[in-house]
């Protein structure tokens, strides 16, 4: 939360770790990769809004692109680009392709 002030608590308990993370530029969205998923989460609730899984490799890295893209790119080297409507996002990359 933007208010430091608060006390820190756990609102999940996940099984994977947290690979990577990004908020919008409105702070109306958070998401997170937890191995083969991401997660949208509403940072005003602390809700997930969406788990979307990506495919077969785990995502290792997320981006916040222009125009509400988001760029996620996994260990074997694939690259999608998902387009976040009304936080959440669609669930077809709108382009991926695999790197190497």
Do not use: C, H
């Not at 509400?68 to 080297?77: E, F, P, R």
């Not at 680009?81 to 382009?95: D, P």
């Amino acid at each position: 939360r933007s208010d430091l002030t608060q006390d820190i608590i756990k609102i999940y308990d996940f099984t994977d770790s947290i690979t990577a993370g990004v908020i919008t530029p409105d702070r109306s969205a958070l998401i997170i990769a937890l191995g083969k998923y991401l997660y949208v989460i509403n940072p005003r609730t602390d809700e997930i809004v969406q788990q979307l899984f990506t495919g077969n490799s785990p995502v290792e890295k997320l981006r916040m692109l222009p125009g509400s893209g988001v760029l996620s790119w996994s260990t074997d080297g694939t690259i999608q680009i998902w387009k976040l409507t009304l936080g959440q996002l669609e669930t077809t990359a709108i382009q991926w392709f695999k790197a190497g």
